[in-house]
């Protein structure tokens, strides 16, 4: 790997699928090398996939093959920036449909137990408006929704 820091993401032997499914899902993500294992380990076998490089958005990531000792947790999630209500869609679909679940303001899960943030930029400007009382507005709206909807948003910050 190039990069100095890398994301390395604990899987239970899926690593391979969760990385082709975020290098198929997200703009600007990719499948690298798949390293398979030089010997047995205690959850898996000589020739097993034990790590895979990706990126997701640019960001270097390593999937590894540990086992089922160390789930994902809502600890670490990836943040997403949406520009608008269809991509918003796109990606929560994406995750939400492809055996993952919904969760509140704007989180899922995928089906490997990884939490994502599904933000619209245009939440993050109405939950941070200097005008307080639009700011709270927007934010009561948003505790009310799992995925983000724009026009709900911005017409509780607008009163």
């Given at each position: ?41 205690p959850d898996g076998k000589q020739g097993d996939v ?18 089922p000792a160390f789930p994902h947790t809502e600890a670490f999630s990836f943040q ?80």
């Amino acid at each position: 790997m190039v990069s100095k820091n890398t994301v390395c993401l604990w899987y239970d032997g899926t690593a391979l699928d969760a990385a082709t499914f975020y290098a198929e899902t997200f703009p600007d993500s990719a499948v690298g090398a798949v390293h398979r294992a030089p010997g047995d380990y205690p959850d898996g076998k000589q020739g097993d996939v034990l790590m895979v490089e990706f990126t997701i958005m640019g960001i270097p990531c390593l999937g590894l093959n540990g086992g089922p000792a160390f789930p994902h947790t809502e600890a670490f999630s990836f943040q997403v920036a949406t520009d608008d209500q269809a991509e918003t869609d796109r990606l929560w679909n994406a995750i939400v449909d492809n055996g993952g679940q919904a969760s509140a303001c704007g989180w899922c899960k995928d089906k490997w137990g990884l939490s994502w943030q599904i933000t619209p930029r245009a939440l993050i400007d109405a939950v941070t408006d200097p005008d307080g009382a639009a700011a709270k507005r927007a934010f009561d709206a948003m505790m009310g929704m799992t995925r983000i909807d724009i026009a709900a948003i911005e017409a509780a910050r607008r009163g």
